[in-house]
């Protein structure tokens, strides 16, 4: 088992999705029950489901002196790193720490693929078309480099690609680096949109639902896609009022490149981590921010862990009914909405779900209930057998 | 920051022509590379038979150079941590995957979808080790290996534990080549530890540079490996281990930053 480590505040953090952007969207959504999840009006070939789609990307370009990197996916990185005044927290704590001293870590499963898609429709005489014939846009680490551009940081700079628990190792990397005394701060994002390959191909695996996803409800019948960018300022130290990470456990299944492990094995590795991390007990978790996305499987597994693991006291919900899986952006988009709800008091529902597996019906939260949270965690399981879960503890002004 | 320091327990390498580390250290030596006609692909033995024969070229030259670097460093693989370093990932997939979503999406494979994945050789390697411990995969353009090798360091040094680092891209393919460009496939792999032992090939020193040239010092008969950027990245550090000579080499890590390395045997 790992040893403790020192909890990290998180000075700045914030989402943006088809809830909208900033913390208040999410906090009026969650306190509304309201989500974002609408007929799909977004691929060219009909695919009849819900996604959760960002409005207003396709009229956003890029700053002119940003324009090389523009594509879906950097517009919605470049809007999402503009809520809540993130960008200027970044840049504040870049002049004070240093450029050199600030890590630049980012999360995605299919980067800005979309444009290299669009390339491949519009082919001009066997190449792709002139205005697309941008190297950084046909690459995984395109949000790294167009982050790195706007930011300027100096520290270590790299995309983290692990399917849908990429944005939640992004946490992970930063606490060693900041532990290891590499940087002081750490800014970590995840980004991901909406584009052909994840709708057919999730298709394809029949795992996508015709309606709004219905987490955990013994009727659920797949995932709804969603696309969402987050972000978060990770420092050595700082206000003490500032939620903090406590604790982070990463583990692999070894058991299907896209199937859960039956028993949840590497779920429950990644919980037993991240408690050992923290120094907790599952008695100490008041609220739990599930993977949950829908399908028969993960939920299935999900539902036993969290059924067997955690007393009937603790509260529990997927908030993927309200956004959609957003993919690799998940980790962080769910990690926000945590925070979020720490800081409002309010457990989120479980959207659209009318019924809880009977293992977990004890522990799902189906509607939204007001409730101090002071310990959370949020769970993220991706393709390849990925597992993270992060702790999160709130800054001092909730104590008692 | 004060440098980082990792030890090299076993080192893993396939590119055509070169099927192991054993291969390359002679090929450095005599300078005497000289690329197949025929393309060759492993067939890593870490695999079993059925994903040896049908899965995806990233997952087999990765999984091979992983599979000899765990066992010339004796580590069991299904305790080790990785880290999976690809400039650009499955550029056959891609090239496949958005040919087909142009003409009929609702074709694509289910199979060629859930390889699509930047962490499908993670997967891969996990499943055939029956390894539990975290498995990450990376992209940092043109600072992939350093990244990668620094992520790798990172954890060694953090958790107290081995890791394998598998580092690879495959050759492009369609018209997604112009904007990726990658000739042939290439995977490294290291395990690194954080303490001396029998195993011990080189110690490595990493820490951050600026303004510093990037090395390129690489025998003239091993350039056309360079035309993989995998290679490009990481051929100088293969080079220097390879010669056993205590060097210093600087890879490129960043924007306008360097990974300065130091190579002691």
């Not at chain 1, 809830?19 to 691929?43: E, K, M, Q, V, Y």
């Not at chain 1, 999402?80 to 720490?97: P, S, V, W």
């Not at chain 1, 008695?283 to 599930?290: C, K, M, Q, R, S």
Request: a negative charge; aromatic letters at 6%.
């Amino acid at each position: 088992m790992p040893t403790r480590i020192t909890p990290l505040p998180l000075t700045a953090f914030t989402a943006t999705s088809t809830l909208g952007s900033g913390r208040a969207a999410h906090a009026a959504a969650i306190h509304a029950d309201r989500g974002g999840l609408r007929p799909n009006d977004f691929t060219r070939v009909p695919l009849p489901c819900a996604i959760g789609r960002v409005a207003g990307l396709e009229d956003s370009p890029l700053p002119a002196e940003l324009a090389d990197y523009d594509c879906r996916n950097n517009r919605l990185a470049w809007r999402g790193l503009n809520a809540d005044g993130f960008l200027e927290a970044a840049r504040e704590c870049i002049a004070r720490r240093g450029a050199d001293r600030v890590a630049l870590v980012v999360g995605t499963s299919t980067s800005s693929i979309g444009a290299t898609e669009e390339g491949y429709r519009t082919l001009d005489d066997g190449r792709l078309p002139q205005h697309l014939r941008r190297p950084v846009l046909h690459t995984p680490h395109s949000p790294g480099l167009f982050l790195e551009a706007v930011l300027g940081t100096r520290g270590p700079c790299l995309t983290v690609a692990t399917a849908c628990s990429s944005s939640a190792k992004v946490f992970a990397k930063a606490e060693r680096m900041i532990r290891l005394g590499i940087v002081d701060a750490a800014i970590v994002a995840g980004v991901d949109t909406l584009c052909d390959s994840v709708l057919f191909g999730f298709n394809a695996l029949e795992l996508v639902s015709p309606e709004p996803c219905r987490p955990f409800d013994p009727a659920r019948n797949g995932i709804s896609i969603g696309e969402a960018a987050g972000y978060a300022l990770i420092e050595r130290d700082g206000d003490a009022r500032a939620p903090r990470l406590v604790g982070y456990g990463e583990s692999s299944d070894a058991h299907h490149m896209s199937t859960p492990h039956p028993e949840g094995l590497g779920a429950r590795l990644a919980l037993a981590d991240a408690l050992a991390r923290a120094g907790l007990t599952p008695g100490d978790v008041d609220y739990i921010n599930l993977h949950g996305t829908a399908t028969s499987k993960n939920d299935e597994v999900e539902a036993a862990l969290l059924g067997d693991t955690f007393p009937k006291t603790v509260r529990a919900s997927s908030t993927k009914g309200f956004t959609g899986h957003t993919l690799g952006a998940a980790g962080i988009l769910e990690a926000v909405i945590t925070l979020t709800a720490m800081r409002e008091g309010v457990v989120p529902a479980t959207l659209n779900s009318r019924d809880a597996e009977p293992v977990c019906a004890a522990q799902l939260a189906l509607t939204h209930e007001t409730r101090e949270i002071r310990v959370a965690l949020s769970n993220s399981f991706g393709f390849g057998g990925s597992n993270c879960t992060l702790a999160f503890a709130s800054g001092t002004q909730h104590r008692a | 920051m004060s440098a980082l320091t990792v030890y090299v327990d076993g080192i893993g390498f396939w590119a055509p022509g070169l099927a192991d580390w054993a291969a390359f250290s002679r090929a450095v030596e005599h300078d005497d590379f000289a690329l197949p006609a025929t393309a060759t692909r492993p067939a890593p033995g870490a695999l079993p038979p059925t994903e040896r024969r049908r899965a995806p070229e990233p997952v087999l030259i990765a999984s091979e150079a992983a599979g000899q670097a765990a066992t010339m460093a004796a580590r069991d693989a299904s305790k080790l941590a990785c880290v999976f370093a690809s400039t650009h990932g499955d550029l056959a997939i891609t090239d496949e995957m958005c040919a087909t979503l142009a003409i009929e999406p609702r074709e694509l494979s289910p199979i060629r979808f859930h390889n699509s994945v930047h962490n499908a050789p993670a997967g891969y390697w996990t499943v055939a080790a029956h390894c539990h411990a975290a498995a990450t995969a990376i992209s940092a353009a043109r600072a992939t290996f350093a990244a990668g090798l620094f992520e790798a360091a990172i954890e060694v040094a953090s958790e107290g534990e081995p890791v394998l680092l598998a580092a690879y891209d495959i050759a492009a393919r369609g018209p997604l080549a112009e904007m990726a460009p990658s000739a042939l496939p290439f995977a490294t792999a290291f395990v690194l530890s954080g303490a001396r032992s029998e195993r011990t090939m080189a110690r490595l020193s990493l820490r951050t540079a600026h303004d510093t040239a990037i090395s390129d010092d690489v025998p003239a008969s091993l350039a056309p490996l360079q035309t993989n950027p995998m290679g490009a990245q990481s051929l100088p550090l293969l080079v220097a281990l390879a010669r056993r000579q205590a060097c210093g080499i600087v890879i490129a890590s960043g924007r306008d930053t360097a990974l300065a390395v130091e190579v002691t045997p």
